[in-house]
């Protein structure tokens, strides 16, 4: 079952997704050369601590950190640890989340540590966080979830890669539903699985996280013997963006960016919800 929220739930969301926005801020400034992933997953502890919210990572089915932390060839929910020390040309997503009253903020993004990185990396990062904004253009009334997975897929394939082949878009990892909980109905692929049909129809109310994630290489993926860190299995370097957003009457709502999505969202001639915390 798909959770439709109020207006008033998807202000309480927003607030939520403002501390998620926070968080992103002050982990993007401490990502330098000599910090360890440890030192990131202190920053945003501190930061939900300033703001009275919950992180909605620590503990859930037993992760041990606030954030994740991805460096390199991994994709996903790398845990925070002090022997992972950022060097130079490293590239990070950082997963975080926040609680709210009792409703979550979920967002991602990716970072290029020091300097030196590939124009194929800087490529990388640009062309997953432009699936993510497409994801997002097509959240609409009257279509359904599978126009949301093939914007960004359309995206991803329409992208040259340098030195040429494909991107890899991650296979066994997605978006999700969002709201009284982090994940939930529906699961939302980056790509269109003819298999699982069109999904449900996006209404005012609808709520979702959107997380393209995509590799130098493959689309597969393989699982740490500590059951959470995902790397490529062939070793290729991935990049994760990741927004929450709220369909709403007036249109989609980017619940944790700090402009409520309207810049980018008027590139693809949008115009963004109104930000009920304004």
Not at 38 to 58: G, I, M, Q, S, Y
Not at 102 to 114: E, I, L, P, R, S
Not at 236 to 253: I, K, R
Request: hydrophobic share 40%; with cysteine.
């Amino acid at each position: 079952m798909v959770q439709i929220k109020t207006p008033e739930q998807i202000a309480k969301m927003r607030a939520a997704g403002l501390v998620v926005a926070a968080i992103h801020a002050a982990t993007r400034e401490a990502a330098v050369p000599g910090a360890s992933t440890k030192d990131l997953d202190e920053v945003a502890r501190k930061v939900l601590a300033e703001h009275n919210a919950k992180p909605n990572f620590l503990g859930y089915g037993g992760f041990p950190a606030t954030i994740c932390t991805s460096v390199n060839e991994v994709v996903v929910h790398g845990i925070p640890s002090e022997d992972v020390v950022l060097k130079d040309g490293d590239v990070i997503s950082i997963d975080c989340g926040a609680i709210v009253d009792g409703w979550h903020g979920d967002a991602a993004y990716t970072a290029f540590v020091g300097s030196g990185h590939s124009p194929e990396l800087v490529e990388l990062s640009r062309v997953t966080e432009g699936s993510m904004w497409a994801g997002i253009a097509a959240m609409k009334q009257g279509n359904r979830l599978v126009d949301i997975s093939r914007a960004v897929e359309t995206y991803i394939r329409r992208q040259p890669k340098p030195g040429g082949g494909r991107y890899g878009i991650i296979e066994d990892y997605g978006g999700h539903g969002i709201g009284t909980e982090m994940h939930m109905d529906p699961h939302l692929l980056n790509y269109v699985d003819r298999r699982r049909g069109k999904g449900p129809k996006l209404v005012p109310g609808f709520c979702l996280a959107i997380e393209p994630m995509v590799s130098l290489g493959t689309p597969r993926t393989r699982v740490l013997e500590d059951d959470w860190t995902v790397i490529t299995t062939d070793g290729t370097w991935s990049s994760h963006w990741e927004h929450s957003v709220a369909l709403t009457e007036q249109g989609p709502l980017v619940l944790t960016a700090p402009d409520a999505g309207r810049a980018k969202l008027a590139e693809y001639g949008i115009t963004a919800a109104p930000d009920p915390l304004a």
